[in-house]
């Protein structure tokens, strides 16, 4: 009972500093709810059994990515923009349109599905995580992933020496 309490109200953490990442105005910010949120799914991998996933989760995500999103967002020193245009109305106006026909959309999907099963039974070892990175189809994935955050990095730093 009470780990079901603690799921619930770690995903619903989860969900608000989700919502706090996309709705703050500076990315500051929006980094910081960012880390909070995947310090909220590093608990729930916790309390679904894998505390494997749940520390990579943590040193990995919440830990040097982020370190490396706040790294290059510090270094552009993106500058504050007070005035507005008369756009925003019509821009919020149709994302809560969109929000209301994605959320009316996971509803009919949740409602048409009926009972969950449990969850699935995969043993997150060092080994069994280590085996589907390095030695299988998920290893060009995982590469690829890391030359695009390095590609992300170098573009930061042109950018940021182009203005001085």
């Known amino acids: 009972?009470?780990?079901?309490?603690?799921?619930?109200?770690?995903?619903?953490?989860?969900?608000?500093?989700?919502?706090?990442?996309?709705?703050?105005?500076?990315?500051?910010?929006?980094?910081?709810?960012?880390?909070?949120?995947?310090?909220?799914?590093?608990?729930?991998?916790g309390l679904l059994g894998s505390p494997f996933i749940a520390a990579l989760q943590v040193i990995v995500y919440a830990g040097a990515i982020m370190v490396?999103?706040?790294?290059?967002?510090?270094?552009?020193?993106?500058?504050?923009?007070?005035?507005?245009?008369?756009?925003?109305?019509?821009?919020?106006g149709v994302a809560s349109l969109l929000g209301v026909l994605f959320l009316v959309q996971v509803g009919a999907v949740v409602a048409a599905q009926g009972p969950t099963p449990g969850p699935a039974s995969y043993e997150a070892t060092t080994q069994s995580v280590a085996q589907l990175l390095f030695s299988t189809r998920f290893l060009y994935v995982f590469e690829a992933t890391s030359v695009l955050i390095l590609a992300a990095l170098v573009g930061a730093v042109a950018l940021a020496k182009k203005e001085l």
């Open 68 to 92: 490396l999103f706040l790294f290059v967002l510090m270094l552009l020193n993106v500058p504050r923009r007070e005035e507005g245009d008369g756009r925003r109305g019509v821009l919020k």
């Open 1 to 45: 009972m009470l780990d079901a309490i603690l799921f619930y109200c770690f995903a619903g953490l989860a969900l608000a500093s989700a919502v706090g990442v996309v709705a703050q105005k500076n990315p500051i910010l929006s980094a910081l709810s960012l880390i909070v949120t995947l310090c909220s799914l590093a608990a729930i991998f």
